[in-house]
């Protein structure tokens, strides 16, 4: 923990960060992780969840209020026992300022000025949707890759082009995660809901039994996708109770993941680049795996996919983007200016660090 003795030392002149910590919070995780150069020390998270009903944005961030102090201390202990890094190592601090809940966001940028303060460190602030991408081109093997970056509130086909990640394709109105949500919460089940649709997903083709796929608005414009009209559709649907939960599960999986398969095809298509990457808690989805890998192998591109802790929402991916772009990228956050930035969007960031 950060005690009360006086801090010994200073940063370095320079822009070398060896260890950096990152703080996650733009939504229902909070996280701390500590690196040491490429690797990941500690990669610590407490996720809010509830047994039925969503998120409520105040209690959320109660909830990251509340596990801060703990989450904090595990990760230097993991610091400490796996590479004998103390708090006084630390040469850099940064946290997702953007995109992400106001309430959350806030917990996670007080603790970071605290922390950069009391260790008389520098700041660095971090759009939590790059974070994703940086941290799957230090995991995988990819180097340019096209990411699709499917979570509750983001869905965003991405790839770097001229000092930008750009927006290649993107959803017009919810998440594909808070769609898959939504849906859960509506057959009753809690939060998140993901990963309960994609049980019941598998449990349509359980004891030999063959699926049926429902059929349901397939709802691609451009390079765009909408769940809204979908979700209104699949409620009237599960309210007739003409359907099985399991079939309703597997339909909507099946729908939704084949329109973003195809913008993400359409995107690497039109940028050239034969890598594709995912992103986001949605890509835990097996399914979702299963049809990038089969559109990849199809047109001679290379698919790429963490381990789920890269996948969802951590805090390895702030430190490693903080550290990319202090290092590389000469960015950094005054305390006095340190802020939120709740409706940054992927594009509106300059990538001085590629
Ligand atoms: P962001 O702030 O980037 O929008 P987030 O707060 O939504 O992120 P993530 O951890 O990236 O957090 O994603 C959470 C979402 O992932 C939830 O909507 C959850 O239901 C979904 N999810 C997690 N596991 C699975 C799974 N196996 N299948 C489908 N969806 C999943
Ligand atoms: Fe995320």
Same mark, same amino acid.
């Given at each position: 923990m950060v005690g009360t003795r006086t801090v010994r030392r200073r940063q370095e002149p320079g822009?070398?960060?060896d260890v950096v910590l990152g703080i996650e919070s733009t939504a229902h995780t909070f996280g701390i992780a500590i690196i040491k150069g490429h690797d990941v020390i500690a990669n610590i998270t407490d996720s809010f969840t509830t047994e039925s009903g969503g998120m409520i944005p105040a209690k959320v961030a109660q909830h990251h209020g509340d596990v801060y102090p703990s989450i904090l201390a595990r990760a230097l202990e993991m610091a400490k026992e796996k590479a004998?890094? =103390? *708090?006084?190592?630390?040469?850099l601090i940064a946290y997702s300022?953007?995109? =992400? *809940?106001g309430h959350t966001l806030r917990i996670g940028a007080a603790v970071a000025k605290s922390l950069a303060l009391r260790l008389r460190v520098p700041l660095v602030g971090v759009n939590h949707c790059i974070a994703h991408l940086e941290i799957t081109r230090l995991v995988t093997r990819a180097s340019d890759p096209v990411l699709l970056y499917c979570s509750g509130a983001n869905t965003q086909v991405i790839a770097y082009d001229e000092g930008k990640y750009r927006i290649f394709g993107e959803t017009l109105d919810t998440g594909v995660g808070n769609f898959l949500d939504t849906l859960a919460r509506d057959m009753g089940l809690g939060f998140p809901g993901g990963p309960k649709i994609e049980r019941l997903a598998l449990n349509a083709s359980a004891d030999g039994r063959t699926p049926i796929l429902i059929s349901i608005p397939y709802s691609v414009k451009g390079m765009d996708v909408a769940f809204a009209g979908l979700q209104t559709n699949m409620l009237h649907k599960l309210k007739s109770g003409e359907f099985s939960k399991e079939d309703l599960a597997f339909s909507a999986q099946e729908t939704v993941f084949a329109m973003l398969v195809e913008t993400a095809e359409r995107a690497m298509a039109h940028v050239g680049k034969e890598e594709l990457v995912l992103g986001g808690g949605?890509?835990?989805n097996k399914r979702l795996q299963e049809m990038c890998r089969i559109m990849c192998e199809e047109r001679g591109a290379r698919f790429y996919c963490p381990e789920n802790q890269y996948l969802v929402d951590n805090a390895a991916m702030i430190a490693w983007t903080g550290k990319l772009m202090f290092e590389r990228g000469g960015v950094r956050t005054a305390v006095e200016d340190a802020a939120i930035k709740p409706y940054e969007r992927t594009d509106d960031v300059n990538v001085t660090w590629r």
């Amino acid at each position: 923990m950060v005690g009360t003795r006086t801090v010994r030392r200073r940063q370095e002149p320079g822009n070398a960060a060896d260890v950096v910590l990152g703080i996650e919070s733009t939504a229902h995780t909070f996280g701390i992780a500590i690196i040491k150069g490429h690797d990941v020390i500690a990669n610590i998270t407490d996720s809010f969840t509830t047994e039925s009903g969503g998120m409520i944005p105040a209690k959320v961030a109660q909830h990251h209020g509340d596990v801060y102090p703990s989450i904090l201390a595990r990760a230097l202990e993991m610091a400490k026992e796996k590479a004998g890094i =103390g *708090i006084d190592d630390i040469r850099l601090i940064a946290y997702s300022e953007a995109p =992400g *809940i106001g309430h959350t966001l806030r917990i996670g940028a007080a603790v970071a000025k605290s922390l950069a303060l009391r260790l008389r460190v520098p700041l660095v602030g971090v759009n939590h949707c790059i974070a994703h991408l940086e941290i799957t081109r230090l995991v995988t093997r990819a180097s340019d890759p096209v990411l699709l970056y499917c979570s509750g509130a983001n869905t965003q086909v991405i790839a770097y082009d001229e000092g930008k990640y750009r927006i290649f394709g993107e959803t017009l109105d919810t998440g594909v995660g808070n769609f898959l949500d939504t849906l859960a919460r509506d057959m009753g089940l809690g939060f998140p809901g993901g990963p309960k649709i994609e049980r019941l997903a598998l449990n349509a083709s359980a004891d030999g039994r063959t699926p049926i796929l429902i059929s349901i608005p397939y709802s691609v414009k451009g390079m765009d996708v909408a769940f809204a009209g979908l979700q209104t559709n699949m409620l009237h649907k599960l309210k007739s109770g003409e359907f099985s939960k399991e079939d309703l599960a597997f339909s909507a999986q099946e729908t939704v993941f084949a329109m973003l398969v195809e913008t993400a095809e359409r995107a690497m298509a039109h940028v050239g680049k034969e890598e594709l990457v995912l992103g986001g808690g949605v890509g835990c989805n097996k399914r979702l795996q299963e049809m990038c890998r089969i559109m990849c192998e199809e047109r001679g591109a290379r698919f790429y996919c963490p381990e789920n802790q890269y996948l969802v929402d951590n805090a390895a991916m702030i430190a490693w983007t903080g550290k990319l772009m202090f290092e590389r990228g000469g960015v950094r956050t005054a305390v006095e200016d340190a802020a939120i930035k709740p409706y940054e969007r992927t594009d509106d960031v300059n990538v001085t660090w590629r």
